[in-house]
């Protein structure tokens, strides 16, 4: 009797929803394609919600993960979240106050990663860089590289201290010089090229692909 295939659950904001990339449906969407097409994966479900910063992922994530087992007894055995990103907008102006200033950013991640670590295999991912000359992006949100960069640096610490598996983008794509061509019209949003290229990291991390096989 074939054993019933692993789970995973990919959790946070736009980005994984797949918002866009009108050719793939976005990185996620590209890597449960290609996962279906290889034996014995695991089920990807892609729970993106635009928007969704640190609080509302806290907030929805068990139910999210509780409610996607197959049996009772067979819930998820992997989680990957990428989230952060709408937690570094400037409200109003430039140097408005963030949504949420970058100390309770970090208290409040890494409660949450310890949460969903209690529960299963967790994975974490970076940010993605913006382009600031399309700020403000909505009328009034104003993203900046250099917050990015620090929030994105607090992750990481978290994770290091937690050992929890951590996959950086944010530093590789700014200093990459396509990175620019990687953005949707709207400066915050990947298009189908920036969409690309974080499946391609995801296909080749190691620390996701051997969880994928055993």
């Not at 910063?53 to 989680?79: A, Q």
């Not at 990428?82 to 100390?103: C, F, H, K, M, Y």
């Amino acid at each position: 009797m074939d054993r019933l295939p692993k789970q995973l659950i990919v959790i946070g904001d736009s980005s994984v929803y797949g918002w866009g990339d009108i050719e793939g449906g976005g990185w996620c969407e590209r890597l449960k394609k290609d996962w279906l097409n290889q034996k014995n994966s695991p089920i990807i479900y892609q729970l993106g919600v635009r928007g969704d910063g640190i609080e509302k992922v806290s907030y929805r994530w068990e139910k999210e993960w509780s409610s996607r087992g197959e049996t009772r007894r067979n819930k998820p055995k992997g989680i990957l979240l990428s989230v952060g990103l709408n937690d570094t907008a400037r409200i109003g102006q430039i140097n408005g106050r963030p949504q949420i200033e970058i100390d309770g950013f970090e208290y409040g991640f890494e409660r949450l990663i310890n949460q969903m670590r209690s529960k299963a295999e967790l994975f974490v991912m970076g940010l993605s860089p913006v382009d600031e000359r399309k700020m403000p992006f909505g009328g009034c949100l104003w993203y900046a590289n250099e917050h990015c960069d620090a929030y994105e640096k607090r992750i990481k610490e978290v994770c290091i201290n937690q050992n929890v598996p951590f996959l950086p983008t944010f530093k590789e794509m700014n200093s990459d010089s396509r990175s620019i061509n990687w953005l949707s019209n709207d400066g915050i949003h990947l298009n189908s090229n920036g969409h690309l290229y974080i499946y391609q990291r995801l296909r080749s991390w190691e620390a996701l692909q051997k969880w994928r096989v055993n």
